[in-house]
Structures are given as C-alpha cells and as structure tokens.
C-alpha cells in the first residue's frame, strides 16, 4: 500500500486538522467529534443543514460547508457512517430555532444513525427534518442498501437546499425543495481501478487491466456488470443512456449537468466524457443550463467517473445560480 499518510487509525483526525487550517475563514472543527461547521455557527435566523459520512469522499462532505450550502459536515471513519454521538454534537452546534435539515445518503449505517440523531436532538427541543437522497441508477437494493444509493446528485441537493435556507426558507419549505431535487436527480458511474482503505491495506476489488465495471458504487460496492475497456464515447452512451431512461425528460427541457471524477481520473478525461454528455443532449432536444466538471464525490483515489443530470425548472434554476461561497464550491 503507497499512501501519504501517517498512522491509518488516525487519517479522519489528520485530514480534518488539516482541512482547519487550510480554510479557517469558511470552518472550524469541533473538538473530538470529527464534525467541521461553519465558522461563525449557529447562523440564527435560517434552518441549519447537516450532512456528512465516511470519509473517502473529498471535498465531500466538509469542502461543501460555507454560505450558500452545509452548515455542518460530519466525518466517519473511511467508508463508515458517522456514529449518532458525533451527528448529535452537529445538529447541537448549528441548530436555530428555525431547526434542522439532515441530509442523508441513502446507505444503510447513514440513515439509521442519522434518523437516531434526529430524535435525539428533538429530545433536546430542536426542530428536525431529514431527507434521503437516492440518485444511483445502477443498482436497487443491495448489502449496503434498501431502494437506490445517494452518490454524486448529493451535492445538488446540498447547493439548492442551502440557497433556499439561505434565502430564509422554513424547515418545510427547505426540505420541500431538496426533496424536490432528490425527484429529479439521476446519476450512475464507473469504475476503471479499485481504491485501497487505509485501515484494510489492500484493494477494495480486483479489476484486470482491460476491465471495468460498470454501476460501480462510491464505497466500491458492486455494479451492474462488468466488462471489456471501451472507449470514452462508449462509456458516456451506456451511461447516460441508463440515467435518461429513469428520467421524464422532454424535447427542450432544461437539465444542469454533472461529470464527477471519483479520485484518479485526470479532468483531461473529464472533459472528454463531458464533450459526449453535450452531444448527446444535443441530438435529443435536451438543453443544459449549467455543468459542473470535476471532483465532487470521490472514492478514495479510484479511477473512474460519474454522470448526473438535474432536471430543472424556474425555481430550481434560481436556486441552483444563488451565491455559494465554501472551500470547494463557490458561485459569486
């Protein structure tokens, strides 16, 4: 195993640290809980959003904690959800009185141990909602889950759901409106190499060097099948192929568009893909409003990318243009 690190038990700890004094003016670390806030938390007046999960997947969760989206991100150990303690000592730092949004992906460890911090915290008296996100095409129901996994399409709901909080929105109003996003977000990926967890020291998977597999999720869970190496324009059109028929899309409808790399994969290649996703669209009346290119949800440093579309409309639209201002993503 080849990694810059120091002792694997300790690689949260050491990031986070990190992370802190990288960007002290967007965050703050709480002490012992592997949470990160925002600097000047609780912002009184607005809900409060928190997400998070194992960690591996940089900049999510805490690259996305600033104005505009996360109020908190919570960091479990490599591909392990965060424990109800550590959620509840986030929703306690940031929560107002307007309340609490979780933002869950839908893995089966997050969604228990968040929902279990969730009615801890309206023990205490705050106000909590929570939404689970569910954009993964690939695969329905595995090990790991119950319905569809929460990949990529996580950070759309994190930009919109934030500018809505951020724009004074209720409790209801925001999780209105992320779920709202999680309806009409649709992603699936690939993978061309495995990622090695610290703590494990070896592989997740084994590829040979002409395969890939394809539906790959970001724990390195399993996909749909897979396959000989094809070619980029290949991969793209199997891809989005899948994501648009679990989709309603109609001739001029407008979709923001994400091309996510999942740690290894040049921008290079990116564009690549990005350039088959527009041609794509293009032939069939689709229009993009907005695309994003680069790394959003990692796995580690796999090799490999996902494709997501937003459908959009009038609000969503606004929402999704509203400033942001975190270390990895801003919109002025």
């Known amino acids: 195993m080849k990694k810059l690190i120091n002792n694997p038990d300790f690689v949260v700890e050491e990031m986070l640290a990190g992370f802190e004094a990288a960007y002290p003016e967007y965050i703050r670390k709480l002490p012992f809980h592997n949470v990160v806030v925002r600097k000047a938390a609780p912002t009184k007046g607005k809900v409060a959003l928190v997400s998070g999960g194992g960690s591996g997947h940089e900049p999510s969760h805490g690259g996305f904690v600033g104005k505009g989206m996360l109020d908190a991100a919570v960091a479990g150990a490599v591909f392990t959800s965060p424990t109800p303690d550590q959620i509840l000592e986030a929703i306690k730092e940031v929560g107002t009185e307007e309340g609490v949004l979780l933002v869950i992906k839908n893995y089966t460890g997050d969604v228990m141990n ?52 951020e724009a004074g929105g209720t409790l209801e109003e925001v999780k209105e409106v992320a779920e709202k996003v999680i309806a009409n977000t649709r992603s699936m990926g690939m993978a061309l190499t495995p990622c090695i967890v610290p703590a494990a020291g070896k592989p997740t998977f084994t590829l040979d060097e002409n395969e890939m597999e394809i539906g790959m999720g970001i724990h390195g869970e399993p996909g749909t099948h897979r396959d000989a190496i094809k070619t980029a324009d290949e991969i793209t059109e199997h891809l989005l192929s899948k994501v648009l028929a679990d989709m309603s899309l109609a001739d001029g409808e407008e979709v923001a568009v994400m091309v996510n790399g999942l740690g290894s994969t040049p921008l290079m290649e990116l564009f690549i893909v990005n350039r088959k996703v527009k041609e794509i669209l293009t032939e069939k009346g689709i229009n993009i409003y907005k695309t994003f290119v680069g790394e959003y949800m990692t796995s580690l440093e796999m090799a490999g990318c996902s494709i997501t579309l937003l459908k959009l409309n009038a609000e969503l639209k606004e929402l999704l243009d509203a400033p942001a201002d975190t270390p990895a993503f801003k919109i002025i």
């Open 114 to 165: 968040f929902e279990m911090a969730g009615e801890m915290a309206q023990l205490e008296n705050i106000k909590v909602a929570s939404v689970v996100i569910n954009d993964d095409v690939a695969v329905e129901d595995s090990t790991w889950t119950t319905g569809r996994r929460g990949i990529a399409g996580t950070v759309f709901v994190h930009k919109i759901a934030g500018a809505k909080a």
